[in-house]
């Protein structure tokens, strides 16, 4: 059974930083893996993506430039560098991976969704 643990989330100010990470637990191959968020009140949307050697990564548009997916196939961990933080950033984030990366770019992956981690940026 596949398990995503989502953590490093928390309290920042504007402008500030923080590195999300993912555990995968139960995957039998590095899929692509992606990030997503949801803000109260809006649905959830893609922010991230990464492929399976990690060599090429699709971001949102809202946060190009600013976040920074990576990967560590060797501990089954996908992690998202968060800088230049803004108000606007504040959701439950959330990874899950698909078998085809343009899936994982669609907002459409295939797993269960773990509980997530909240980030909260104050103005």
């Known amino acids: 059974q596949v398990q995503l643990v989502e953590s490093g989330g928390g309290l920042v100010q504007a402008g500030g930083s923080l590195r999300l990470s993912c555990a995968a637990s139960g995957l039998t191959y590095s899929y692509p893996m992606g990030w997503f968020r949801q803000a109260p009140g809006k649905e959830r949307e893609f922010v991230a993506a990464?492929?399976?050697?990690?060599?090429?990564?699709r971001y949102a548009d809202s946060v190009e430039g600013r976040f920074t997916i990576s990967r560590d196939n060797a501990k089954n961990a996908v992690f998202l560098q968060m800088s230049s933080l803004r108000p606007e950033d504040t959701a439950v984030y959330y990874c899950?991976?698909?078998?085809?990366?343009?899936?994982?770019?669609?907002?459409?992956?295939?797993?269960?969704w773990g509980q997530g981690t909240q980030v909260t940026v104050s103005s």
């Open positions: 899950n991976y698909h078998v085809e990366f343009s899936m994982v770019v669609a907002g459409r992956p295939f797993g269960s």
């Open positions: 990464i492929s399976r050697s990690g060599s090429s990564a």
